[in-house]
């Protein structure tokens, strides 16, 4: 299976703020940085929010916001 193509660029869906997740911060983080998962735990462990139902992405501080109301 080919590995995942890094760095990821994702995308806060309500203000626009931009993360990059490389290899080696999900190597860092996952046992197997060519899982979609470690994605995933680079996000949270940045604080970053995902509505797997809704395709929406909340960078820390609009999540909180989110969290908050
Ligand atoms: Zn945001």
Known sequence: MPGLS???VYECTNCGEETTITRT???DLAVNPDSINA???VLQGRG???D???GLLWCPS???GE???
């Open 6 to 8: 890094y760095p990821f």
């Open 25 to 27: 911060e999900a190597r």
């Open 39 to 41: 994605l995933e735990i």
């Open 48 to 50: 970053w929010l995902r």
């Open 52 to 54: 797997e139902m809704e």
């Open 62 to 64: 609009c999540a909180e």
């Open 67 to 69: 969290l908050s109301t």
